[in-house]
């Protein structure tokens, strides 16, 4: 985020990818969910829901991918039968689409996410988060791809720019190109609240810039 388990999303990983994941949750104390969202749904029984999961994995429960799932389905229930009333309606699929991203359901929600931008191509907010979603099912490529679509027409986007930056480094090892997405949104974005962290991010990365692209993972021991 129907969903791709934790342990399918890993098989489509390269080393590559598992080397630059492991660097930034070392240095910077973060994990791959820490990318940014463009777009909320802000559904009182989302956020209850998503409490409630969050406390069940403080408590060592974390919540099974069919149990992720059901938790969607019975979330989303009633949006989706408003969309058949109204089917190009791309607020409705939107937030569908967002309740499968945040129940870790990412395929489902690229689809809800493309049914929204044929309705709203230029909608930057959305295509960054279904951007993200191709990301955590272990295809950068794609997900680069779509960061770069939004910059081609919001250049200064402060979200895309710095999923871009995470992405090319945890993704392809493509330091100069990380580094040069969080400059620029830094540059661009004088007043971002999260700047202590990207510089953190462009001071760790500048450490690894003799890692090339395709370098195999080797165990963090060694």
């Excluded at 919540?63 to 791309?90: I, R």
């Excluded at 809800?112 to 979603?133: C, E, G, I």
């Amino acid at each position: 985020m129907s969903k791709t388990s934790d342990s399918s999303i890993s098989d489509n990983w390269t080393a590559t990818q598992a080397y630059g994941l492991s660097v930034l949750c070392l240095a910077i104390g973060i994990t791959a969910g820490w990318l940014l969202r463009g777009s909320q749904s802000g559904s009182t029984t989302q956020a209850a829901d998503t409490a409630s999961m969050e406390t069940s994995a403080a408590m060592g429960g974390q919540p099974t991918p069919g149990q992720m799932k059901k938790m969607a389905d019975v979330q989303a229930a009633s949006l989706l039968e408003q969309l058949k009333a109204n089917p190009d309606s791309p607020e409705l699929l939107v937030k569908i689409g967002n309740i499968y991203y945040d129940t870790q359901q990412y395929p489902t929600a690229i689809d809800f996410y493309q049914r929204a931008l044929k309705l709203q191509p230029t909608n930057a907010s959305v295509r960054t988060d279904m951007a993200t979603a191709y990301w955590y099912m272990g295809n950068a490529d794609t997900a680069i791809e779509q960061f770069n679509q939004v910059l081609a027409s919001d250049p200064n986007n402060a979200n895309t720019l710095f999923n871009l930056g995470v992405v090319k480094w945890q993704g392809k090892m493509d330091v100069q190109g990380a580094v040069a997405s969080w400059q620029k949104l830094l540059a661009t974005n004088p007043k971002y609240e999260n700047r202590d962290k990207v510089e953190q991010l462009i001071a760790e990365a500048q450490k690894h810039s003799d890692v090339k692209a395709g370098t195999k993972a080797k165990p963090i021991s060694e």
